[in-house]
């Protein structure tokens, strides 16, 4: 294309505020009826058989939905199924030497398996489980990579009806011991390290640290990921991933029968208080809803290859490169590696070596792709995609119309999809073949999905106005619980908004947001405690803990401030204990022990030392102003402080 036509491109795409789905895309779409909103509203619950259809049960539910003790809601009770057999066993016949998982390693390396392979593998592992001693309903922890073997872990777990909890591989030591002790998890299945940008990088210490801070007794699985380039001597509890397979080779184990309400996983997620959340899903509802979504929304079909570039270790890679694509018998693309290794093309290197049809990313992502330059797309064929999507915080037009027109060539409906670890999969988002595509607005709540956008007192916003999302219905994928916490359950999610006494229950996902005249709502952000970094959840007061933790510091508080590339960055204000001094050595401190504490993803992108912190009358340190500070906004109104000038000496520093 010359220049100025480019150019002139360039301007009518700024501009154009709304897009149609693309017409090839239409015809095709698994749902193209836009009767859909009302035949869901009209026959609601009932309309979510249409979820459940699309799995195959043991045994046929009694009800849709139960509320008889509210907000503790059942989904399809008395269903019986397993969610392995949904993803592997009933896909057998048809598709059994069709790809179910495509794996690329960081090196180039690849590993293939089909449905076929998939289900001896996972017998044989599951077997595995069981001869070292796991049973129904022990939660057996994972902490791994991009490798295979874990969703292999987690589908064999299924299939035992040993719910999984999976800790993120960049999460630290300690993060892994308090998941396991919080959820009496004496099940550990790690390796011994991964690559990252060509290095191998050793996991197996940060796995033993955190199992020496386990009190109780555990068993450990290693997967060999790194060959001979990293020995470590197990102990006797910790058991070789290959030699246990190859024991039961040719293992085969019938899936144990659940019940919809049985427990699937458990997911730990960060929140307003330190203590990580143990957000549970369970078997029925959960499986039906990410199986609805990724057929609704992703458009997924069996023959697709379809790619989301999400870490397993957090709920999109469960939801939909684990369970939604393999329930639905697709092939599921999974990358172990960065995007710029060993260049920065390397994601469409990947979309056009397996002609990818659908790619689900993150906006941070797309920042970055955007940055590197239109270049490296368009040294590559991406005519297999046929669908965009994007998940994990707010994207904001220019990026969208950017991942529109490079990647999707203007060809590509794009999904911008609004949902948490909580409610288990896509809850606010547009259909793709259905209605126009808004940038920056992820778009209507789905089908069946009644969320609105409120005012303090849950009154309505008026379009335009900026308020809290809300959702006043059940949903099948919907949290459960908190493990083992029912209380903090009702607390965080239900007593904002909902009205005990006249029955009326609201969840409150803690998401701020506005809507306009056709509907359509635009997240804004988190309103609670919560820092967004690249898509990934971390809690203000777990990285103020672990930065009091640091020698020398007295007390500490974490907000968010804007970041071109991460959406949000980690800024940390700190008052010292006296006789310590500031500089960079503390700095370098606290940095380390935020990172050993939580993980690199929450390493501070400032230190800023303090005599004071602002704080209310009341003694509660004012984050609103920090972060105005952190983002050289101009400072409202400071006059409920109790210490009004340390504001303006904070911001000096900076
Ligand atoms: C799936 C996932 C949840 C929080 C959520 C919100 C933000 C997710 C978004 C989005 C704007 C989108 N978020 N999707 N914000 N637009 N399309 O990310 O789960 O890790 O639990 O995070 O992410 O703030 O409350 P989780």
Known sequence: MSEPEDTKLEARLAEQESFEPPESFVEEANVSDPDIYDEFEENWPECWERAAELLTWEEEYDEVLVDDDEPFYEWFTNGKLNASANCLDRHLDDRGDELAIQWEGELGETREYTYEELHREVNEFAAALSELGVEEDDIVTMYMPMIPELPIAMLACARIGAPHSVVFAGFSADALATRMKSADSEYLVTCDGYYRRGDGLDHMTKANEGLADVTHDTTTVVVDRLGDELEHELTENQHDYDDLVADQAGASLEPV????????????????????KGVKHTTGGYLSYVSWTSHAVLDVKPADTYW?????????????????????????VMYEGTPDYP????????????????LYTAPTAIRAFMKWGSRYPEQHDLSSLRLLGTVGEPINPKAWKWYYKHIGGEECPIVDTWWQTETGGMMITTLPAIGEMKPGSAGPPLPGISANVVDEAGEEVAPGEAGYVTVDRPWPGMLRTLYRNDERFVSEYWEAYSDSDADEWVYFPEDGAKIDEDGYITILGRVDDVINVSGHRLGTMEIESAVVGVEGVAEAAAVGGDHEMKGEAVYVYV????????????????????EESIGPIARPEEVIFTPELPKTRSGKIMRRLLEDIANGDELGNTSTLRNPDVVKDIAKKL
């Open 343 to 358: 260049d920065k093309d390397r994601m469409w290197e990947i979309v056009e070596n397996y002609g990818v049809d659908q």
């Open 257 to 276: 029968v659940r019940d919809a309400e049985d427990m699937l996983f458990l997911m730990y997620t960060s929140g307003t208080t330190g203590q990580p």
């Open 308 to 332: 989301c570039s999400a870490d397993i270790g957090w709920i999109t890679g469960h939801s939909y490169i684990v369970y939604g694509p393999l329930a639905l018998g697709t092939t599921t």
């Open 575 to 594: 008052i010292l204990e006296d006789g310590y001094e500031e500089g960079a050595e503390m700095e370098a401190a606290i940095v380390e022990g935020v």
